[in-house]
């Protein structure tokens, strides 16, 4: 019998759904669960003082990335807060079974990293992990979401969320980008356009043919910052380049299975003529790389645009928009390109990975980071240091004054060491220009590409890096 | 555990003007190095409140003892963490009222019981306003009637349709409920092509 189209979140959905609960939400299986060392030790808590154990410990997966230095990983670690935290997520994986990725295994890194490049990012399938950014797996084709300390709990002890299904918004981005243009520029195009609360109560589906022409890698990026538009998951349809970048994964399907696997991979694609709630296009051509002015991911312009002014905006938003300038030192009206930076810092799980280390180095290749600035290169994993390693990344980034780090999330939240200091302005490549995010209460950040983030620490100043490339 | 079922909140209100307050202005990730959540309440907006010199509404005598607190758009955008509305609890809220809530945040207060209720800009205003200029009189947030009472009168608010139940039925405990399942959890993972190796 033939069924009406539907969209890969309805596909999901359905498939995962166990039940209708009384409360009219789904109680929906998680196929995958990803934990790290910050907001799972209360989870295994909850569930040692209920007297519960995990229900399928091999569908949850663990790591070090947020708290782990970058500088040295040796052993017991010198912030012995920091340590009583790893232990903590050791002894509950060896307690209940759950395979942990430390840097002893060769494959530790932040958890939105390691997930695709073992291969336990698969499209068609549910991912949940307690932190937000966890809408990057939806460039696989799967529904992943972040989730908080007590939601960790519940797929620990039944492998299960209760969910509201979310709407869908098909965001077509059309045209071709320009040189110098990323997937970084894309997504916060996008969320300039719809806001930072646009999304909220949706799933975003990207799609289009700039999406399309878009390495598995760039996609992760643009999903990975769907929850700075609200949305808390964000996809693209599983294609050809999904099924190429999963083939001979280490924990993806392998052989036949992996054959069968393409095809179910294939059929849980949206159906053409599939209905949406919300539909939006954006003009990929027409884009110019992106910064951020601003306190929030939504505050951002073209660099070769000038900061929008006041009287411009409407009157609900203009204390927001004065809020903004005054903590960021900047003025309405002012061209943000020529602003003095202070630290640069390249990785994140929105731009970490390989890719993105490419692009940064063939900026810094030759070139010399201006004195006043401190620049910082870590790496999304161990997998993509040796890999960087073996091209030879790391001389150049050091040769030009970047410090070369080990894998960690660093200074997107400064929950190690790497923080800013006083009222230091950040060229970075992460997720969040929120007020004290990087880890000085005062501290500010200028979010751009990780090329954008390289040409900025050579000049001293933010830069278009078309000038340079 | 069974949770207790929760009708209405009544009590004093505080009130944090502003739209967009991220959970790492709500509690910076420096007080998210711990393995219990004891402690966190005190640190709540630790760094706006030092800009703010004194001058911040969770400094506010007049707002001292409040158990709801009034926000504005998208409140509790960013990080998952659910440090953030684990400090609010344990500075003493239990409920939250605001223009719009942002999604995770919202999910993670109903985890612990605390509603997020949402107002029309115009009323939410005049409840503002109103507390701002009185902080004594008591505000009202009944879950059954999805309304707010104030000394501006009785207005309608809304809440997430499945948050509302969760906590007018106590079952806000979701593990307890998802358990209820029992072996149909497992009945959905053998259906599942890849949680059995794409046989």
Not at chain 1, 219 to 225: A, F, G, K, Q, S
Not at chain 1, 294 to 314: C, F, N, T, W, Y
Not at chain 2, 48 to 63: C, I, L, T, V, Y
Not at chain 2, 97 to 106: D, K, R, T
Request: net charge neutral.
């Amino acid at each position: 019998m033939p069924t009406a189209p539907r969209s890969l979140l309805d596909k999901v959905w359905d498939a995962h759904s166990v039940r209708e609960l009384p409360s009219g939400q789904t109680q929906l299986f998680i196929g995958l669960h990803l934990i790290h060392e910050v907001t799972s030790p209360q989870a295994f808590a909850m569930l040692r003082e209920s007297g519960l154990r995990v229900r399928f410990p091999s569908r949850t997966f663990a790591t070090f990335d947020h708290i782990i230095p970058t500088d040295t990983q040796a052993r017991p670690l010198a912030d012995s807060l920091a340590e009583e935290m790893l232990v903590h997520l050791e002894r509950s994986c060896a307690e209940h079974g759950i395979r942990l990725f430390d840097p002893g295994s060769g494959k530790q890194g932040i958890v939105h990293v390691i997930g695709p490049e073992l291969g336990l990012t698969q499209p068609g399938t549910t991912i949940a992990c307690g932190d937000s950014h966890t809408s990057t797996h939806g460039a696989f084709g799967a529904v992943a979401f972040g989730i908080g300390t007590s939601q960790v709990a519940d797929v620990l002890a039944t492998q299960c969320l209760a969910l509201a299904r979310p709407k869908v918004r098909r965001i077509e981005v059309t045209g071709k980008l320009r040189a110098g243009v990323y997937a970084k520029d894309v997504i916060l195009a996008i969320i300039r356009r719809l806001g930072v609360k646009g999304g909220v109560g949706y799933a975003y589906e990207y799609a289009g043919p700039v999406i399309d022409a878009m390495t598995i890698e760039e996609r992760l990026t643009v999903c990975n910052m769907s929850i700075e538009g609200g949305a808390r998951c964000g996809y693209a349809n599983p294609d050809e380049a999904t099924f190429d970048y999963l083939r001979g994964r280490e924990l993806a399907p392998q052989g036949a299975a992996f054959e069968r696997a393409v095809a179910q991979w294939r059929a849980a694609a949206s159906d053409p003529g599939a209905s949406y709630a919300d539909r939006v296009e954006l003009d990929g051509s027409a884009l110019a790389p992106a910064v951020t002015w601003g306190i929030h991911p939504g505050q951002s312009v073209g660099v070769d645009e000038k900061l929008p002014r006041l009287a411009d905006a409407p009157s609900s938003e203009r204390a927001s928009l004065a809020e903004a300038f005054e903590y960021m030192g900047l003025r309405p009206g002012e061209p943000l390109a020529g602003t003095r930076i202070d630290v640069a810092f390249i990785g994140s799980c929105t731009n970490g990975r390989i890719s993105d280390l490419r692009e940064a180095a063939r900026v810094a290749r030759g070139g010399r980071v201006a004195p006043q600035v401190k620049a910082l290169v870590v790496p999304g994993s161990q997998a993509v240091a040796r890999q960087a390693e073996q091209e030879g990344l790391p001389e150049i980034f050091r040769a030009a004054g970047f410090e070369w780090r080990k894998a960690g999330c660093s200074m997107c939240l400064a929950m190690n060491p790497d923080k800013l200091v006083g009222r230091q302005l950040c060229a970075s490549s992460s997720n969040r220009n929120f007020k004290g995010r990087q880890g000085s209460p005062t501290g500010r950040t200028l979010l751009m590409s990780p090329a954008m983030v390289a040409a900025a620490a050579l000049r001293g100043e933010v830069t278009d890096v078309r000038d340079i490339l | 555990m069974a949770k207790e079922k929760l009708e209405r909140v009544e009590g004093r209100a505080a009130v944090l003007r502003g739209d967009d307050i991220d959970t790492d202005r709500i509690i910076p990730a420096r007080f998210l190095r711990c393995v219990t959540f004891d402690g966190l309440g005190q640190h709540a907006f630790e760094d706006d409140r030092a800009q703010a010199k004194g001058n911040h509404p969770f400094d506010d005598a007049r707002f001292a003892g409040a158990s709801i607190l009034l926000v504005g758009q998208n409140f509790g955008s960013g990080s998952s963490r659910e440090h953030a509305p684990q400090a609010l609890m344990r500075h003493g809220f239990r409920a939250f009222i605001g223009g719009s809530f942002a999604e995770i945040f919202a999910g993670n207060c109903t985890a612990l019981g605390l509603p997020c209720a949402t107002l029309a800009p115009a009323d939410l205003a005049a409840v503002m306003d109103s507390v701002d200029l009185d902080p004594r009189q008591p505000v009202v947030l009944d879950l059954r009637a999805r309304t707010v009472t104030s000394r501006v009168g009785t207005v309608a608010c809304q809440l997430a349709e499945g948050a509302r139940q969760q906590l007018l039925e106590g079952t806000w405990n979701a593990t307890v409920v998802l358990l209820e399942a029992g072996p149909a959890i497992e009945a959905t993972a053998a259906r599942l092509p890849y949680v059995n190796g794409y046989p």
